[in-house]
């Protein structure tokens, strides 16, 4: 069990009558101020609930309208048409003389009820123009009539300076798309993929479920999209995560990366100590509602609520379901290093802890000579291990050292202070770059908690990462806390001359609580076979990061082109030529436009994109033939990217028809077979979201270098990637060792390749292709210095790098 490290505030002595507690003055002083500190966060989330519950409107506007109703009876003038005089009736009579206070009170319901109807209305209102998305379709750079009146009336609906559930109440629901139109475009995008012999036998399943099954699965859904939120999102959420009984290393969790040249302080406690305090700065302006909403096109609002369980929460596993267990407040850290766990506050009676004070805890855990105890050091394997066998130790876990249980699960995040160096090195920079990747994605399998909501590990050498579990939120929300963490600690905080945090130490400070667990002997044997699961697991993952620094999405966007679809072409282009044929492509996109949206899949890999692929496979195609066929196979995969947006994509309507066809005990061949299928190429971009906090010019190397995840198949890749500024994109690719038929390192090469070719159709003046002596052999040097694009050099600035 966990021995108590604190000082205690009563002295328990014995006396002839007995125990008596002799209570000292400090103790009750603290736990006058714990309660304080208890309400005062009960009423500013009260307050803060309420004022997201009224926005667009605020409380003046409550005093404005009563101050308008009393002027107008004044005036002799009754603005309820009588209202007023059935709701004084209905009060109590206190007298002649509270004649006055009667009046003022049924003035006062009286606005109240009509503040709120006016509210709802306001609310109706802004659900209604955001159900609009027809802002989406239009051409880039034009911007229709409609368009521009719809632009007006949210402008003016929308309120001023909202909070960051401000706008949870108008948010519209997302649609249940038309069930035929759903299987027409899933057809259409498995016609690529299949032979004529098995799209046919698939259309034909597809017309027996809309004949048979369509229409009243169908119902249901639309039942539910009445009643429920969201008509997906909690289905998703269990069903696709809960439910799964994999571990989640590699399978569910995702890293997010540091600075890619750059390290602020060689300092491993003070970069932890200035991270630490970053993200703690970030969820207090989280529990205020500080953060701003994201807002697309700079008015049109998304969906805020993954942002409530990111701090303070565990996946806790069950034997057929796991469940999300929140906590409204954390007040301290659960840190990991050389196999022993801490408790470290972080709050003192001064409020949060500096960063040099943090820097201090950390300090002391490192010069810690203690050993760990046996066993305690593999001890967070167990997380890695299939969740049912997890879900039947932890409960032995749970009799045995609930305390030290409990405080990992009740921390507000985990940290990982890792014994070893991560980052680029001069040396061998591609290889140390993807053991950096693995590092974060897997670890030696047993270095942190995989059911914390995340985990921050930090390097020797001060390098810096995050490991995210899933369930609980995607990418974009981690990301957006991960760029307020990297932009607040280095350019807010800040270093010393050398390397510590700024400030002072506090020497008043208790020592970090060591967490002590008191392992049950029958649960040895299942740590040591839950190491060996995750380090088979970590060793079976390959992964591969490089920077490509040719050009980015300033290039791209002067060809009028989405960087985006560029990047998923070029991806088809290369995936084609690694495996010699074409396959199912994940594309992940959000669905934030609508109350409580997560994601929903673009299949990337289209009969356009597969003509164009083979066009630059064939010798006797030209540049512009090519070229033309990007431009529509670019077309398509935006229609199909804003279709997804709107609402109107194919996998979550077919997933959850698929789950009430399961509840209903409908066999369903078409959507058991949609179910089967398998993506050997699943990819997603991650978005930089905040690049107001960072300065791309005078320190184009303080930039977040996106993140990655394992490969979705046992014979596919993982594919993300991050637009670094404007002229550098970094790519992050996975795949399994297992597999004969994956290979990161080659998929990397054969993406650069692609990107550069693609970027030839621009060329101007130039018969040949140059993919065409790539693909002859010629041209293996492949640097490109003088790639002459018809706009201007595409090619990034030199920078000084430090390591």
Known sequence: MAEAHQAVGFRLSLTSDGAEMDLSAPMLQEIYLSGLRSWKRRLSRFWNNFLTGVYPANPLSWLFLFGAIQLAWFLQLDPSLGLMEKIKELLPDWGGQHHGLRGA????????????????????????????????????????????TWLALVRIFSGRHPMLFSYQCSLPRQPVPSVQETVRKYLESVRPVLSDEDFNWMAGLAQEFLRLQASLLQWYLQLKSWWASNYVSDWWEEFVYLRSRNSLMTNSNYYLMDFLYVTPTPLQAARAGNAVHALLLYR????????????????????????????????????????????????????????????????????????????????????????????????????????????????????????ALEAVEGAAFFVSLDSEPAGLTKEDPAASLDAYAHALLAGPGHDRWFDKSFTLIVFSNGKLGLSVEHSWADCPISGHMWEFTLATECFQLGYSADGHCKGHPDPTLPQPQRLYWDLPDKIHPSISLALRGAKTLSGNIDCHIFPFSHFGKSFIKRCYLSPDSFIQMALQLAHFRDRGQFCQTYESAMTRLFLEGRTETVRSCTREACNFVKAMEDDEKTDPECLALFRVAVDKHQALLKAAMSGQGVDRHLFALYIVSRFLHLQSPFLAQVHSEQWQLATSQIPVQQMHLFDIHNYPDYVSSGGGFGPADDHGYGVSYIFMGDNMITFHISSKKSSTKTDSHQLGQHIEDALLDVASLFQAGQGLRRRRRVLEGKDSGHKCDSLSIQTQSSRAPTTSTNF
Not at 121 to 132: C, D, E, G, P, Q
Not at 305 to 328: M, S, W
């Open 105 to 148: 009170l049924a003035a006062a319901l009286f606005a109240s009820c009509l503040w709120g109807a006016l509210i709802f209305t306001l609310h109706v209102a802004l659900r209604l123009l955001l159900s609009y998305h027809g802002w989406l379709l239009e051409p880039h750079g034009a911007m229709s009539s409609p368009t521009k």
């Open 284 to 403: 207090h302006r989280l529990t205020r509602q500080e953060i701003p909403p994201t807002l697309l096109m700079e008015m049109r609002p998304l969906c805020s609520a993954q942002y409530e369980k990111i701090f303070n929460t565990t996946r806790v596993p069950g034997v057929q379901k796991d469940h999300i267990h929140h906590l409204c407040d954390s007040r301290h850290v659960a840190v990991f290093h050389r196999g022993r766990f801490f408790r470290v506050g972080t709050h003192s009676g001064n409020g949060l802890l500096s960063p040099r004070a943090l820097e201090q805890q950390f300090q002391r855990i490192l010069d810690d000579p203690s050993p760990s105890c046996p066993h305690e050091e593999h001890l967070p394997a167990l997380t890695a291990a299939p969740r049912d066998t997890w879900a039947q130790l932890r409960r032995s876990l749970k009799m045995q050292a609930a305390e």
